[in-house]
């Protein structure tokens, strides 16, 4: 039996196993996503952010 027709009988056959696994997918992309561009920013902006001068200030 293929992976495809594996996935096909077990999520794609029913609407709220469909539904659940595009929620559930949605939701994992999003954090990944704000993880991700998080990171990005951060390591663009290395010295210019609070948390790299607060020291210079308080």
């Known amino acids: 039996m293929s992976m495809w027709a594996s996935v096909n009988r077990n ?3 029913r609407t709220s196993t469909f539904a659940l696994a595009i929620a559930s997918g949605t939701f994992f992309f999003e954090r990944t996503f704000d993880l991700v561009s998080v990171s ?3 390591r ?7 948390n790299d001068i607060k020291d210079k200030y308080q």
Do not use: D, H, P, V
């Open 40 to 42: 990005i920013f951060e």
């Open 44 to 50: 663009i902006n290395k010295g210019k952010l609070w």
């Open 11 to 13: 999520i794609f056959k």
